[in-house]
């Protein structure tokens, strides 16, 4: 119509509004339709926001900012018209201004500026609805030019009329976090609005000031506790108060005299009130902040226990969070209610169910553990896959806190383990590896059963078509692999690992499965080509070659293994036949050899090892199969004298590794590590990940210096070519960096003296619900002096699998905080100067104090009620009370004085409450 | 304090959205999305609290009502309290039964800036100012009053600077 031209009057007489926007939108169905519908409106917009008309300017930007909020449509380039219209005359652009403000602008916007002279001039409207909107716009995009600019015009707000005070105090947080600075002028009046009794949003709002405030850093509010402590009191206000108890459980943390004289007035809140948000906030300020007191914690027991009856979900829910929160220091408590924690863990809200197994959790120690995970396990298999998930995490956490502090029977758990990879929709296959691995390096005499687990894992054919549990397999391969000799038939071990179905594995665990064949092998050859030869003896032709070399672990270890062995009953004459060593090298070859040409460098290159030994090994058995007179000569054989010597290389024992091990290498003079390095951090960082995953693969030995699992390879290599070598080098490594090896001496011997892990007292009875769960189980921790035995758990000193991250306090919090005490502790030199108190009313004035105080005490405050929901029985201060007003408010300031200066003598303040 | 306030259809479809920290418009699209995902596969009877740390980052809890087809949300921390979030919903939801009696979602839809309107009088700065739906609406009818005013004005001299001009 208007052609290409500049807006036009028929425009604007034919300009959408934003209903017409709406409810285009609404006629378009989504997708593409309504896209280019959008669109066009854009287009429109566009060329409309341009117009000197205001209101057609206005509707634009109406129309934008509903698209903007609401369909994510981009409208910074319109920040100017927003900037624009809040200057109008007409309230209604100057609100559609402020409001495409407010929800679209940027702190980093260069526009901002031209909006200061605007906000100042809106926040000292004799309109009330314009400062609203300034105050509004300004809580949201406040920057620290806002904010240092303005504060000036809030502080007198702070003091003007309530429906503008209560939205200036709001506004205040943003201020004090832009501009910390604020704080020394506005602070003092926002103390004062603490006696703003005479209306109850307020207070509502100054109260809730505070308790951001000090939930940052709360030591800087304790001056202010006599405050607190009468509003407590005296208000009947359940937003107040809820608000207050927030700031009392900061504060009585900090100050425990504080605690005894808040405690009553918290309880008798609770005991009175009907409304429910009330008591549940009185809960939560006695079971996390006063949790010392008995009668009120057994108070605030009873109250949740009405909860956790309610019929309300709501209700429900919030019941057992505040178990949940009584549970670190009243476990009684959750035991008492158990009977409905076990019941909400079948709820259907899956948040009552999460709080419940968290409860379930807490209450979980190491003499009920065998029965709450086996309870536990049951709800598993009931479960939704995402629920069934939750559990096993939450076991598994659970009991390998703190290395696995709650965990007595080793073997109980590692077959709990391998059971919950079995459950169907297991996905913690990570956390289940990574566990079976760590138990079998730091707990020795678990070894046997982890075995026996990785075996029953090992040979199950339908467990590789679930990728979920491919890690567990994993960690099965590199147990039955490590710990071969404890096997009671390794052969069936060796065609579990090489079963057809493998080929369904990522190559990355189909190498550990080569791999492990590899350890299968030799270990099946040592024992049938050197029978008679103990191990100790075949070590000892290297003793002279590494004198440096210390065996007394070694030898230890192995008249252990021969004990393990003979007690199951395992023969390895009769096993290891020449028919058997036979067939199974037979077995590895034609499995291993299409898989020799793999593109896959890892599985290739470990089934070119596992072949090259295989193939020697086969040769001279079977020749020697056509000589039987030869036979003596086994131990001559070249096979023999290899395998002895892969055999000594492998059987070096694993260890856990401490994340910082690698940190702790003291750095060699005259090297300099960070040398045009440093863009590499990021792939470093990548590298040290890699360490702790790859456990499996890796020797510990040479952790220290080199982490890469191709060591591992490397490893081999050496090995087979010059053992003597690597021996002698280890020995030396271990020597130099003794410090970053475990103990492992020491552990050794400590092992040795304990009994077996099988405790043959441990209950068995069938108790199938965790209700029965006797009342042994109170005993919550466990006595120093117990005598149930536990088996060694390697642990290193520092943590190991978390890295400590220091927690970062926000530099304006500081700031603030600072600023707080510098004005409550009375430097007010700077202060602005409209505060008329003075600090020479000082003494006299905490006396005044102390009087005010008391009456305050005492004279409860009537007032009529008004309901407003469900929970908040909101009630409102009565406005007769605003008679009074002018005096009260004057004698109010002169109190707050008081209270600011009794925080100038810091031993004046307990006196008070106390 | 209060993060966001939001009303979403039980379609997926935003009505309002409020965020009283800065909030990249994109990524308050990625939440609310989020959140409605959560909602969506809340079955019936169940509590209306959720924990939010998943979505919405630390310390954050999520409170929410369903009236009919909508959906209201609340995201707020520690410093405040359950019950009281979830009243503030029934405050804003009575104070739309007042404004519109009978209030349905095409209300709400239509009127979008009113919406605004009645929250920042409950809202400012995250921190609740007003509990009271009375007194919301006196102020939301006077703020009524100040637009058709202008608005007023503004048709008529536009009116007559179509006469003459």
């Known amino acids: ?914 | 304090m209060i993060r966001a306030m939001i009303v979403i259809n039980n379609q997926g479809k935003p009505r309002l959205s409020k965020f009283y920290n800065y909030t990249p418009v994109e990524q308050q699209q990625q939440l609310i999305r989020s959140i409605y995902s959560v909602l969506c596969l809340q079955p019936e009877n169940v509590s209306n609290f959720l924990e939010g740390s998943s979505i919405l980052g630390p310390d954050s809890r999520l409170v929410y009502k369903l009236f009919a087809t909508l959906y209201f949300v609340f995201v707020f921390d520690s410093s405040e309290n359950e019950l009281a979030m979830f009243d503030l919903i029934q405050v804003y939801v009575e104070t739309l039964e007042k404004c519109f009696s009978n209030v349905c979602e095409l209300d709400i839809v239509l009127n979008y800036s009113k919406m605004h309107t009645i929250l920042d009088e409950m809202i400012l700065g995250g921190q609740v100012v007003e509990t009271n739906s009375e007194k919301v609406m006196q102020a939301v009818e006077e703020i009524s009053k100040l637009e058709k005013v202008t608005a007023a004005t503004k048709l008529i001299s536009k009116s007559a600077s179509l006469l003459w001009g």
Request: hydrophobic fraction near 40%.
């Open chain 1, 1 to 914: 119509m208007s052609g290409g031209g500049g807006p036009s009057l028929m425009d604007s007489l034919f300009q959408r509004t934003l209903d017409d926007l709406i409810k285009g939108i609404r006629l378009h169905l989504p997708g593409a339709a309504q896209s280019s519908f959008i669109s066009k409106s854009l287009d429109e917009i566009r060329r409309e926001i341009k117009s000197t008309d205001s209101q057609t300017k206005a509707t634009a930007l109406q129309k934008l900012t509903y698209l903007h909020s609401l369909h994510g449509i981009d409208m910074s380039w319109a920040a100017f018209h927003a900037v624009e219209l809040t200057s109008s005359p007409s309230f209604l652009h100057k609100k559609t201004g402020y409001l495409a403000a407010s929800l679209s602008f940027r702190p980093s916007m260069d526009v901002l500026l031209l909006l200061t002279n605007q906000l100042r001039k809106d926040l000292s409207s004799t309109n009330q609805h314009e400062v609203s909107l300034a105050l509004e716009c300004l809580s949201v995009i406040c920057t620290p030019d806002f904010a240092r600019d303005l504060t000036p015009d809030i502080f007198t707000l702070l003091s003007g009329k309530n429906f503008i005070r209560k939205k200036a105090i709001a506004c205040l947080l943003m201020v004090f976090s832009q501009y910390p600075d604020a704080v020394r002028v506005c602070f003092k009046r926002l103390v004062d609005n603490l006696e703003s009794a005479d209306n109850a949003q307020t207070l509502a709002a100054t109260v809730g000031v505070f308790c951001e405030l000090a939930s940052k850093e709360p030591r800087s509010y304790l001056p202010l506790a006599p405050e607190f402590y009468r509003i407590l009191v005296d208000s009947r206000n359940n937003w107040v108060l809820i608000k207050v108890l927030k700031i009392f459980a900061h504060l009585a943390k900090l100050e425990p005299r504080l605690a005894k004289k808040v405690v009553e007035p918290i309880c008798d809140h609770m005991k009175r009130s009907e409304a429910k948000s009330l008591v549940f906030e009185c809960v939560r300020a006695i079971v996390s902040s006063f949790y010392e007191f008995e009668f009120a914690v057994k108070l605030a027991v009873a109250k949740i226990r009405e909860f956790l009856l309610d019929s309300d979900l709501n209700l429900r829910y919030l019941g057992l969070q505040g178990l949940l929160l009584v549970a670190p220091n009243h476990l009684w408590a959750v035991l008492e209610n158990k009977e409905v924690v076990i019941k909400s863990l079948s709820d259907v809200d899956r948040n009552i169910k999460l709080e419940a197994l968290r409860l379930v959790m807490s209450m979980v120690s190491d003499d009920n553990v065998v029965e709450i995970c086996r309870v536990l396990i049951g709800y598993a298999l009931k479960s939704d896959p995402e629920f069934c998930n939750e559990i096993l995490r939450s076991m598994l956490s659970t009991c390998s806190r703190n290395v696995y502090e709650i965990v007595i029977d080793f073997d109980w758990y590692v077959s709990l383990l391998a059971e919950m990879a079995r459950i169907p929709h297991c996905q913690n296959g990570e956390e289940i590896e990574f566990q079976l691995i760590d138990i079998g390096m730091r707990v020795k005499d678990v070894r046997p059963e982890l075995v026996r687990a990785g075996r029953d894992l090992l040979i199950d054919p339908a467990l590789l078509g679930n990728p979920f549990i491919h890690r567990i397999l994993s960690a099965a391969a590199w147990v039955s692999g490590e710990y071969v000799k404890f096997s009671r038939n390794p052969f069936e071990i060796m065609e579990a690992l090489l079963q057809p179905r493998t080929n369904l594995l990522p190559p990355s665990i189909r190498s550990v499965y080569i791999h492990s064949t590899f350890k299968v092998l030799s270990f099946c050859l040592h024992s049938f080509l050197l029978p008679g030869k103990g191990v100790n003896s075949s070590r000892s032709n290297f003793v002279d070659i590494e004198p440096g070399f210390t065996y007394s672990e070694s030898e230890q270890e192995f008249t252990e293994t021969d004990h393990a062995t003979s007690s199951s009953g395992f023969n390895k004459r009769d096993t290891f036949t020449q028919e058997a060593v036979v067939n199974m090298l037979t077995l590895v070859i034609t499995s291993l050899t299409p898989l020799a040409e793999s593109h896959d460098v890892e599985i290739q290159e470990r089934v070119r090892n596992v072949l090259g030994l295989a193939q020697l090994a086969q040769q001279e058995i079977s020749c020697n199969h056509d000589q039987k007179e030869k036979m003596v000569d086994k131990v001559d054989l070249k096979t023999s004298i290899i395998i002895r010597l892969i055999n000594d290389a492998l059987s070096e024992d694993f260890g856990p590794v401490s994340l910082s091990a690698q940190e702790r290498v003291p750095v060699p003079n005259g090297l300099v590590l960070e040398e045009n390095l440093s863009k590499l951090d990021s792939i470093c960082a990548d590298v040290q990940l890699s360490i702790s995953e790859s456990f499996s693969l890796v020797k510990p030995i040479l952790l220290p210096t080199d982490g890469d699992s191709v060591s591992n390879q490397q490893n081999e290599e050496d090995s087979e070519t010059s053992p003597a070598e690597s021996m002698s080098l280890l020995a030396e490594h271990r020597k130099r960096h003794g410090l970053f090896y475990l103990p492992s001496d020491h552990n050794k011997n400590a092992s040795s003296s304990f009994p077996p892990a099988n405790d043959p007292n441990q209950r068995d009875n069938d108790v199938e619900d965790l209700v029965k769960l006797t009342d042994e189980s109170l005993v919550l921790k466990r006595k120093p002096g117990s005598n149930r035995p536990r088996p060694v758990v390697v642990k290193l000193d520092e943590g190991e699998r978390l890295p400590i991250t220091v927690k970062k306090t926000d530099e304006n919090d500081d700031l603030i905080s600072g600023a707080v005490r510098d004005v409550l502790l009375g430097n007010e030199a700077s202060l602005h100067s409209s505060n008329p108190s003075g600090r020479r009313k000082g003494e006299s004035h905490s006396k005044d104090k102390v009087e005010n105080f008391e009456t305050g005490n005492s004279s409860k405050r009537r007032s009529k009620h008004r309901n407003h929901g469900k929970y908040v029985e909101d009630k409102e201060e009565n406005s007769e009370k605003s008679k009074k007003k002018s005096g009260g408010r004057h004698k109010a300031r002169r109190r707050a004085d008081g209270g600011i200066d009794v925080a100038v003598q810091k031993q004046v303040i307990p006196d008070f409450l106390l």
